[in-house]
């Protein structure tokens, strides 16, 4: 800074350091966070020292406009998501790919670029041509995956071309279960026996605790003849509610789709077993699964058009049941658009679950008067039960109760420090703003997407905030040395570096 301002002297900005850290008091700043105050006084703009890796995660940089010829091996459920930048909604389908030596998922990110692979008939073991791909992380952050989008084509290859023609086909992929044992763990496998038991459903509860939905059944090796083996395997499909799995009938052969081999233990006992996921699919039932593609698709365009929200298995388009819950943060909007855009609020219940409702039409006008820690009685027009999202849309839809639930969790639950903040959960946070980045268009598979970004402290530690698309603008109205409460905003991490992110229902209070 000296550099900048050259009629400071180091011993001067010390100086001045000392006294910015004097009048804020209770050792809120550190010497950094104080310079950045001090910089911002003398009407200097600082940069954080930052690498690469302090960046948020960037799919381009991974690889980009690739041309990919494989063939199908799998294609999943289409679905809306959050997008983890701003909670809002975005589609995505995703494909499993595979090559000569490779197999890997494939994330379809535009509805329309989906849709006509279905209508096209595109079934799995076809050639295809992929332009435009990319790299990116997978809607589980579990590692890299291939990702397609608006600017990308998917087409079918020659089968004569000298590439394609090398991949083998789904018939060479199949093994049976006595094969399995030569098999690494958590490889896609095509494994062709026959249903050995009834068919089981079920539900589980996630990490995080969510509830998913499961189906199980045993499959027995047969050989040319069609005589029973003695080898035998449970498999598992989590989270797949393909209706062709319950279908299916003891004694019946299949082809099973994209399965991978895992051993568990129970009891003491380690067993063999074959897991699938949304993607798994049974190769004589196709023609079945893509009448209940088609279907689906049909539910996504009408969640798009009518709601704009996510859409799970278990959201249905009708009224369901009300419930009690505290707000843990509501969304501040400017006045004009208050009654002209939807609003959002995340509210915590008696189970500890973290609920984001998406309030819009004649409901938005419940919300004028409610504020943190309120207890409401929601009354929702859809609720996803397993990705707990509510979307209200009738006057009533959001009302507060008087009785005091102690059994409700307070926003408190929320509070954290700085250095003490996880990934992959949500915070509020007593902080003070160090700095502010001015807004700048980031380039994203969608184009160029607006972004803002701050950097904050406490006591405990500095961390940067950043807002996307539309949210950028609740960045934009702060100063550097202003105090505030942040409501709600999402760690995460990149490259073991914690960022924060704004949603769509985190709020900011200015402390006066």
């Given amino acids: 800074m000296a550099r900048l301002r050259p009629g400071l002297s180091r011993e001067t900005i010390n100086s001045l350091i000392l006294q910015k850290k004097s009048k804020v008091g209770g050792g809120f700043l550190t010497d950094q966070g104080a310079l950045f105050l001090v910089a911002s006084d003398l009407g200097v703009t600082l940069k954080p020292m930052v690498s690469d890796a302090t960046k948020p995660y960037d799919p381009r940089r991974d690889a980009s406009d690739l041309v990919v010829e494989a063939r199908i091996l799998t294609i999943g459920t289409p679905k809306l ?66 990702s397609v989008s608006d600017r990308g084509e998917i087409v079918k290859a020659d089968e004569n071309h000298s590439v394609v023609s090398q991949i083998p086909r789904i018939s060479d992929r199949i093994i049976h ?43 027995r090796d047969k050989d040319e003849d069609d005589q029973e083996k003695i080898s035998e395997i449970r498999v598992v499909i989590w989270d797949n509610s393909n209706p062709v799995f319950e279908k299916l009938r003891i004694g019946e052969l299949i082809t099973l789709l994209n399965v991978k081999p895992k051993i568990t233990e129970y009891l003491g006992k380690k067993t063999l077993e074959l897991h699938g996921d949304e993607t798994t699919d049974i190769l004589e039932h196709w023609d079945e699964s893509k009448i209940w593609l088609e279907g689906r698709f049909g539910l996504v365009s009408q ?96 009302s507060r109760v008087k009785p005091v639930r102690s059994d409700i969790p307070r926003s408190t639950v929320l509070v954290s420090e700085i250095a003490k903040l996880e990934a992959n959960s949500l915070a509020t946070i007593d902080c003070m703003v160090l700095s502010i980045s001015p807004s700048r268009d ?71």
């Fill in 81 to 146: 998501i959050q997008r983890m930048q701003d909670s809002s909604p975005t589609f995505v389908l995703k494909m499993v790919l595979y090559d000569v030596s490779t197999t890997m998922s494939m994330n379809i990110w535009n509805h329309a670029l989906a849709s006509a692979l279905i209508q096209e008939n595109f079934r799995p073991g076809d050639a295809i041509k992929v332009r435009g791909a990319y790299r990116r992380k997978g809607v589980d952050s579990s590692g890299l995956e291939l």
């Fill in 303 to 398: 969640q798009i058009r009518k709601f704009g929200t996510p859409l799970n298995e278990d959201v249905k388009l009708q009224k369901t049941s009300a419930f009690i819950a505290r707000i843990l943060s509501i969304e501040q909007k400017l006045e004009e658009e208050k009654t002209s855009s939807p609003s959002h609020v995340l509210l915590i219940d008696s189970l500890k679950r973290r609920i984001a409702v998406t309030v819009q039409d004649e409901a938005l006008q419940d919300t004028a008067s409610l504020k943190i820690d309120d207890v409401i009685i929601c009354k929702p027009y859809s609720f996803d039960q397993i990705g707990l999202k509510a979307v209200c849309s009738e006057t009533g839809s959001l």
């Fill in 442 to 512: 980031i380039q994203t598979k969608e184009g160029a997407v607006k972004r803002s970004e701050a950097l904050l402290a406490d006591p405990s530690g500095e961390i940067k905030l950043y807002a996307w698309r539309s949210l950028s603008k609740h960045l934009e109205k702060l100063s550097a040395g202003d105090r505030l409460w942040l409501y709600a905003c999402e760690v995460q991490s990149h490259e073991g570096k914690k960022f924060l992110v704004f949603k769509n229902y985190s709020r900011i209070e200015i402390q006066r």
């Fill in 177 to 219: 279960l006595s094969q399995l044992i030569t098999v690494p763990q958590a490889n896609n496998v095509v494994v062709r026996a026959g249903i050995s038991s009834a068919v089981r459903t079920g539900e589980f509860k996630r990490k995080e605790g969510t509830h998913g939905r499961y189906v199980s059944f045993s499959l």
